[in-house]
């Protein structure tokens, strides 16, 4: 009976941990129940089919198994993401355990005694691991943005796995307490790899990221001065209509005292001409929104696309202009990249509203063909250029991450939607 109950704590403490793990570092795809029992599957799997395992590499294999399945249904991860975590979780748990092994071997000299118990204590030093690594690192790894990065990651993780075997090896058959006081010594350094090498990591994702925002930002930043310039344009022709006009004026003045025949011809002329107007499409005074809705949409029209619009947003937003131009940027490209494939029918239709401290934000537009995504469930861009291309709706949703908004998309009858609520 007592036997039991240690492996049920220890297997407990495994769960819990590994489950600490990954929710720190992965975000989740489902939630409650479902959730719950992926992990509870993963007590159960340790409880039988791992009882019966014996060895290191039959250990670590039956471990990554059970992982793959439980990271493939409850994160939002690629297989390469997976396989990288799996090992890392895989290193930082076995160094752990071995930090205690080895300490318990320079107390008493051999690892006899309750080794349920030990394990125990390896999850606990694995639990602090965690919460040290939630302190240095902040976010989610989200992908591979560099394959030789990750590729990198795995083989430390790996490597630490083995070198820790073979370290515990020479340990339990060390007659002398110096060896195994280096060997202490190395298993701790093998720790700090372990934890060095994710935040490693993690600070080139947030450095590709930055990046990548900092180019949205500067394609906005073009956006405004063109929409500036044409709103010059339009300031100055509008100056000269005006000087065209009283000179008009002052001769329908006289046409009108000396001929008025001639007065009517004039003006009928003049009212029957073409004035190249350039209407704008969105005119709600919010210059962000105005600006990269006009602009998209002169776009839009050269690829023979037309944009209908329905808005009704105030001229102030509680929203940062960059934040407005992402969301919409991204999404007005990502709908014209579809649009323009078909050979009629190219419209896109737009609804802005803001009611109740609430903005919704609209975009639909037709497809055709099959819509690809990757392992996480996300859309996959068809442009070659997938490096700048890929993140689309990804920024879509760090915005909408930022108000705590909701993001939806939904594919009936080839015709895509995405409502955006901030």
């Not at 220890?10 to 769960?15: G, W």
């Not at 694995?126 to 939630?134: G, K, M, T, V």
């Not at 909701?406 to 015709?415: L, N, S």
Request: charged share 25%; aromatic share 10%; glycine share 6%.
């Amino acid at each position: 009976m007592e036997k039991i109950f240690w492996e049920i704590l220890a297997a407990s403490a495994l769960v819990i941990t590994m489950e600490q793990f990954f929710s720190a570092f992965l975000k989740k795809k489902i939630v409650g129940w479902k959730y719950t029992g992926m992990w509870i599957f993963f007590f159960l799997y340790h409880m039988s089919i791992m009882g019966l395992v014996k060895g290191p590499l039959a250990t670590m294999t039956g471990n990554v198994i059970a992982l793959a399945i439980i990271c493939w249904f409850s994160y939002q991860t690629t297989f390469a993401i997976n396989i990288m975590m799996i090992l890392l979780a895989i290193s930082l748990s076995g160094i752990s355990e071995g930090v205690i092994a080895i300490f318990i071997l320079l107390v008493q000299g051999d690892l006899t005694g309750n080794l349920y118990l030990y394990s125990v204590m390896g999850k606990i030093v694995f639990w602090i691991c965690i919460r040290i690594l939630c302190l240095l690192c902040k976010g989610k790894v989200e992908g591979v943005q560099k394959k030789g990065y990750g590729i990198f990651l795995i083989i430390i993780a790996n490597v630490n796995i083995w070198v820790l075997i073979g370290n515990l090896t020479i340990s339990i058959h060390a007659e002398g307490d110096l060896v195994k006081i280096w060997s202490g010594i190395i298993t701790f350094m093998l720790l700090l790899v372990d934890m060095i090498a994710l935040k490693l990591y993690l600070i080139y994702q947030e450095k590709v990221e930055e990046k990548s925002m900092k180019q949205l930002y500067a394609e906005q930043v073009r956006m405004y001065d063109e929409e500036l310039h044409e709103k010059q344009k339009t300031i100055d022709g509008v100056r000269r209509t005006r000087h065209d006009i009283k000179n008009h004026m002052i001769y329908l003045q006289e046409l009108l005292a000396e001929n008025p025949d001639e007065a009517k011809k004039f003006l009928k002329e003049y009212l029957g001409e073409n004035i190249d107007n350039k209407s704008e499409l969105s005119k709600s005074g919010n210059l962000a929104v105005d600006a990269l809705i006009n602009y998209k949409n002169i776009i839009a029209r050269e690829k023979g696309i037309t944009i209908h619009l329905e808005s009704r947003i105030p001229a102030e937003l509680p929203y940062e202009s960059t934040d407005l131009s992402i969301i919409l940027g991204n999404l007005l490209d990502n709908a014209m990249e579809a649009t323009e494939k078909l050979e009629n029918e190219k419209d896109i239709f737009v609804s802005l509203l803001y009611q109740k401290e609430k903005m919704l934000i609209k975009v639909q537009n037709p497809y055709t063909g099959d819509l690809k995504k990757d392992r996480a469930g996300n859309y996959i861009s068809e442009k070659k250029d997938r490096e700048n291309h890929g993140i689309g709706l990804k920024s879509v949703r760090k915005v909408v991450e930022k108000y705590e908004g909701v993001m939806e998309i939904h594919t009936e009858e080839q015709t895509f939607e995405v409502y955006v609520i901030l």
